[in-house]
């Protein structure tokens, strides 16, 4: 794992010496790769590559990068971990190859040289994010894996192409001065992430997930970002990959599906348990993360190291239950309490960690969690795709229950969904208690959850549905600048492949949407700020291919999701460990504004620097705020997404959107530099 960045130049007279920036660049990536750094220079090819290095396999110089194949005609600069290298190694090996060291960069890049470059990605299972440059044909691939667990941002500026791992390093290039993309910061306020296909700075993108960019210099004389992201073709598509799997389902029986799936966990666990540095595993006590461990501990030989994050809150509080499966694998188990205190230190750090406004406040517990991790250990797998791969959120199977409300006129429901919003929770709370059902419904039916249904009880379709379902409401809040932005909640415009069942285009949505714009943006952040390897076996491509061939029945059971993964996790566990309702990595945040964030959230939230900023009504944002400081409506939905984003634009200083440009304070502070080491260039090297 590390952080990688680079620059090709227009060849229209762009000053060559601009290269060296690339090591400034990389510099701003320290937190991604604290082992050490590197940078490769072509002054006539106007090509320059930077690296930092968290060494996970192969810890000698024989691993460091920007790595040159056997013939040097290929030069790349990595991030990510291919976990199958070890048998592409051994093919190699057998049809004549030497190998210097032992690190998957150098199997991989002998297979480009071998087998073509998307033949081999086609062989690769992992995550990545790849600069290859071939100096044979002076062409320049960027390259992202299937699911996009690594970012790879891409820009252009001052007739230079830019990529790297994070947006902090475009700051070190001279002359980059980005305007704010308004739409992105609208879309941050109704989601509370940016969306993988946008970027919150206009000329600069993020390469889509299972693509690959190929460009020459000469061609970006007349290219434009828009146009480069166009470019970009599928080398994966889940789309395809989920219709084959739905045209292709398998006809197992239950039984036979649970051995398959038990198989497969257990191989893509193994293969990410291979480091050559200490490694443990994220336990929340929620069934994903309990398989990953259990399937762990199952194939270990010592205790494996686990760690979990508590809440002084118990209605929060999942402390004790990952503590009692810990027990019971005899797992080596780290707990941490984050107490409102520590979230308030670390707030000020969330802008500058995740560069673009990022609203999910589950990032706070994730980024306290890796740092704690650090302390032990290099590498941690996640339970992260378990959800997506096999149906566990609500929304998943909502839509069943739902159904008879459905049928009911739509003017009868639109007035319902008002009903049900003008009920604080405490109200709300009350009646769920009278109302004579199952406890099963009952917890369905707590008054988060209504306050969701209550927003999509008039949608007109299941796109509508979908926004809906994950907006944080935030957007009316927004000033005439957000609404000017044009977003609305008219869903994707027919972006879902035609799949058979609605939880199987729930899930296609999830796969292509809030998974990498929240999930693995949250999950690389996080971990990557804390120098930590995060790994996540059910975003394995396998994995998910294979659950593309699952009917949706055992998916979504009885009212409940993740049936067969139940059933595997059952081999391991004792039912009663971990059958209770689904809880997430949910964060007090409602009840810390009222109590130690207040002064904080008052601050940000000042109707000066509302109006300063311009994106916000002030006088709704004031409304927001009094009814959820008088108790009369939960609004720490609307809340986060709002100081997020404030906090946000705070800190990139006074010009009005979308004319301000970005200044350095977002990368001022990190960890203590460390020397970059230089690859001179040669005749050899270019």
Known sequence: MCGIAGILLFPDGANPRRLAAVEGMADALHHRGPDGGSVWLDREAGIAFGHRRLAIVDLSEAGRQPMFSASERLVMTYNGEIYNFAELRKELEEQGHRFRGHSDSEVMLEAFEKYGVEASLARLAGMFAIGLWDRDERVLHLIRDRMGKKPLYVALTDKALLFASELKAFRAFPGFAPRIDARTLAMVLRRGWAADDSCIFEGVFKLPAGAMLSVRADELVTASADRLRQRARPWWSLAEV?????????????????????????????????????????LSGGIDSSAVVALMQAQSSRPVRTFTIGFSEGHYDEARHAARIAHHLGTDHTEFKLTPDKALAVIPELPRIWDEPFADESQIPTLLLSRLARQHVTVALSGDGGDECFGGYARHFMLSRLAPAFRVPVMARRMAGRALTLLNAQTMDGLIATIPVSDRL????????????????DVPNESVLYERLISTGAHSLGGPMERSAGHDDGGDNGAVPSLPDAVGRLIYRDMTGYLPGDILVKLDRATMAASLEGRCPFLDHRVVEFAWRLPTSVKVRN????WLLRQVLRRYLPE??????????????????????????????DRSKIQKTGFFDAARVETCWREHLSGRRDRASELWAVLMVQAWLDGLGSPPLPIRSASDDIAASGPARSPVQRIEESRAYG
């Not at 009212?559 to 993740?562: C, D, L, P």
């Open 242 to 282: 989920a219709e084959l799997g739905q045209r292709r389902q398998f006809a197992l029986d239950p039984g036979e599906l649970e051995g398959e799936l038990d198989r497969l966990l257990r191989h893509v666990v193994r293969q990410r348990m291979v480091a050559d540095v200490p490694l443990g595993a994220f």
């Open 576 to 605: 009663a460990l971990f059958e209770r309702p689904k809880q997430g990595f949910n964060v007090p945040i409602g009840a810390w504004l009222v109590g130690p964030l207040r002064d904080w959230a008052q601050d940000l939230l």
């Open 559 to 562: 009212g409940e999701g993740k």
């Open 442 to 457: 009952r917890r369905m039916l707590k008054s988060e959850n209504l306050q969701k249904i209550a927003r999509v009880l």
